[in-house]
């Protein structure tokens, strides 16, 4: 379990952590200490992940410290670095600056004060010989000094922020799988073997298109809009780490128009067509899980994942909720969903055969057996023809909302789903 480097002090929480020079000495860390510093925060939540990540940082400044010189680190640990050591210090560079362009007698007596007792005492701890004369720092000690004196930390390119932006706690939002963090590393790779390497700062809407144009050779606007989306979070992150206002180049790319994808919805004739040809007969995992779609309308990727612990029998039902084969969609998803005797047959069946790795195998074979029958629809058109079976039913829209794992919060998935057409009940009611 990881240490959440967090105590309750007072009315409020503070960080805590011992460090050891012996891991990599900087200015400031003579002896082995325990660091006890307050953190601003609202609840032991905000704690716990602000000490977490003063703790990363801390021992990326103990990394950096330890091979100065002998070891080229990248542009994002030596600025997670500069931070923490800064922090350690509880020294701002830019009140530095500020009082040194002051003319006021108190603002130069306490500059000259910092710069005696702090600024040159570092400069003297990072300073190297060097055979001219000139003076000279460590790698670290040179973008130190830079950082004090003129408040400028090394820029980052995307690639550099990867680590710290995957490892980043997402908040309300599910954790990272390992699927959207290698899809996330390549569309990075993606683009900068397009544009190359280069500080986020620079990068322009320019290289952006440049992007798009070559990515549209080979995969659809979709696609791509998918990919832009992730770089625009990934440049975000970095914007906000390093206090940076400028636009960000991802949004709003210019994109050929493209309707989004419409799967047709499985009708009310060729479900019990469906349901008929399976509910007697089913040799594989593709029928019961065809069977399974069809009686649920849950996401196809939400009953291949299903594992027995998600099965309470007692209280016939079983669970939709994030469990070591995958993750679900967003919070409205985890739901519970009534287990029938038919259901539960077509569950015990399924959890016996062998099921493919990914969701996306299955989705690729419920797809080419389906068309192998005749039908117009995909997997995830008999999700679309739940939506009107329950519209048939005149179901309430929360209870849909709950079954189908929707929120109708600014409209949600709601109003999209399903063929669009009145059912014979509504058409009555106009």
Not at 197 to 213: A, L
Not at 245 to 268: D, I, Q, V, W
Not at 277 to 294: E, F, M, P
Not at 399 to 427: P, Q, R
Request: hydrophobic share 35%.
């Amino acid at each position: 379990m990881a240490k959440n480097y967090c105590e309750q002090h007072n009315s409020g929480w503070r960080f805590i952590k011992r460090l050891n020079p012996s891991k990599g000495q900087f200015y400031g860390l003579d002896c082995p200490t325990v660091l006890k510093r307050p953190i601003a925060a609202s609840n032991e939540s905000q704690a716990i992940d602000a000490c977490q990540e003063i703790a990363r940082k801390l021992k990326v400044l103990q990394l950096v410290s330890k091979g100065d010189r002998t070891t080229t680190f990248s542009r994002i640990q030596y600025a997670e670095a500069i931070e923490s050591f800064l922090w350690f210090h509880d020294f701002d560079p830019r009140t530095y600056i500020e009082r040194m362009g002051s003319n006021s007698v108190s603002n130069r007596t306490i500059t000259h004060i910092s710069k005696i007792g702090f600024v040159d005492q570092v400069k003297d701890f990072y300073q190297v010989r060097c055979i001219d004369g000139l003076t000279a720092y460590t790698s670290f000690g040179a973008l130190l000094v830079k950082a004090i004196e003129s408040n400028e930390l090394p820029t980052p390119s995307l690639s550099d922020a990867l680590n710290g932006y995957l490892g980043k706690s997402r908040g309300s939002k599910q954790d990272w799988t390992e699927k959207s963090k290698q899809d996330t590393i390549r569309y990075v790779g993606l683009f900068d073997s397009t544009v190359g390497t280069r500080p986020f700062t620079s990068i322009q809407r320019s290289d952006v298109q440049t992007h798009i144009n070559e990515r549209l050779l080979t995969v659809k606007p979709q696609s791509v809009q998918r990919e832009l989306r992730s770089l625009s979070a990934l440049w975000n992150y970095c914007a906000l780490a390093n206090d940076f206002e400028g636009r960000n180049p991802f949004s709003r790319p210019t994109l050929p128009s493209f309707k989004p994808s419409s799967r047709k919805a499985a009708s009310l004739e060729a479900s019990k067509t469906l349901y008929k040809a399976l509910i007697t007969s089913r040799q594989s995992y593709v029928h019961h899980l065809t069977l399974l779609l069809l009686l649920t309308g849950a996401r196809l990727a939400e009953i291949w994942g299903i594992q027995p612990s998600d099965i309470d029998t007692p209280k016939s039902i079983f669970w939709i909720k994030p469990n070591e084969l995958r993750r679900t969609k967003n919070n409205q998803s985890v739901r519970p969903l009534p287990l029938t005797p038919t259901i539960r047959s077509v569950l015990t069946d399924y959890l016996t055969t062998d099921r493919p790795n990914s969701a996306g195998s299955a989705s690729a074979s419920v797809g080419k057996f389906l068309r192998s029958r005749g039908f117009q629809f995909s997997a995830h058109g008999l999700r679309h023809g739940a939506r009107d079976r329950f519209d048939e039913l005149s179901a309430r829209a929360t209870d849909i909302e709950f079954l189908l794992g929707w929120s109708l919060a600014k409209g949600g998935m709601f109003n999209i789903y399903g063929s669009g057409e009145l059912t014979e009940v509504h058409k009555l009611l106009m």
